[in-house]
């Protein structure tokens, strides 16, 4: 029998890149999908065309539309949230409503939904959330923000993995180094200095890191939470 037969699946952040190869991995292993989007509807209703799952609009830097979503989205087994933007450039020079809007996509949005899932969930209930070796190291200028939200993403792990325990629920966040997406193209300008700083030289794939999600969300990880897996090639290391 497939691994996640007979269970929902909630992705946030579904459309392209990681999240689409999250959604992609998890049908392949005969669960039921859901994925979110805001920005890119013809890659939203291609993957759902594609896969069987079933795509929903929904802008993760709105929190309640986001609580909304998650609240009513059916039974939910496993929760992945995986919506994540980055800004760079001088801190001095950015916006702060750009910034802000960062940290309700990347820190608020998590929060929130990670709580109204753990609500829902039936004992077992997995909650992967997608954060970056950036929560534990940022070797270049012009991304505070970005390591900023996804360190904050370590606290919220290590914290909530208190409050849902006793109810059977786990709760990680899996940390990507460089990974090939629009977000960061393996032919990108960056290419030569990223791999610099890693043991393997190459870009992540997004299927590696969704075979990272699918272990945490399976049988055998029933024991793991509140805890840190990082898939980056040593980039941190
Ligand atoms: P992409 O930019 O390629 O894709 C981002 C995905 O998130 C899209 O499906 C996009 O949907 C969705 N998304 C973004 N903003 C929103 C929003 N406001 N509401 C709903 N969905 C949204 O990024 P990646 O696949 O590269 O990154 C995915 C995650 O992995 C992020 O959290 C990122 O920080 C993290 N990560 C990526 C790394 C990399 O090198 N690629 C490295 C480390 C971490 P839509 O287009 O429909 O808006």
Redesign the pocket.
């Known amino acids: 029998m497939p691994m996640f037969e007979g269970k929902s699946v909630l992705v946030?952040?579904?459309?392209?890149?990681?999240?689409?190869a999250i959604v992609r991995r998890f049908v392949a292993d005969g669960a039921r999908v859901t994925f979110?989007?805001?920005?890119?509807?013809d890659?939203?209703q291609a993957l759902a065309a594609e896969t069987g799952s079933t795509a929903v609009q929904?802008?993760?830097?709105?929190r309640d539309a986001v609580i909304a979503r998650v609240r009513d989205s059916g039974p939910l087994d496993v929760l992945v949230v995986?919506?994540?933007?980055?800004i760079f450039g001088d801190a001095l020079e950015q916006d702060p409503d750009a910034v802000d809007r960062l940290f309700r996509?990347?820190v608020q949005?998590p929060y929130h939904a990670s709580v109204e899932a753990a609500r829902k969930m039936p004992p077992g209930g997995r909650i992967i959330v997608?954060?970056?070796?950036?929560g534990d190291r940022m070797p270049v200028p012009g991304m505070a923000s970005?390591a900023l939200s996804?360190s904050a993403l370590q606290g919220m792990a290590r914290g909530l993995a208190r409050d849902f325990g006793p109810r059977g629920i786990t709760i990680n966040i899996v940390?990507?180094?460089?990974?090939?997406?629009?977000?960061?193209p393996e032919d990108g300008p960056m290419r030569e200095l990223m791999h610099s700083f890693m043991a393997i030289k190459r870009?992540?794939r997004?299927e590696e890191?969704a075979g990272m999600v699918a272990w945490l969300a399976g049988p055998e990880a029933g024991f793991v939470t509140g805890a840190m897996h990082t898939i980056d090639g040593a980039f941190g290391a």
């Open positions: 946030l952040g579904g459309s392209r890149g990681i999240g689409a979110t989007y805001s920005g890119s509807p890659a939203a929904t802008d993760s830097s709105d995986n919506a994540g933007i980055a996509i990347n949005s997608i954060g970056s070796v950036n970005y996804k940390q990507p180094g460089p990974v090939d997406t629009d977000a960061n870009h992540g997004p890191v």
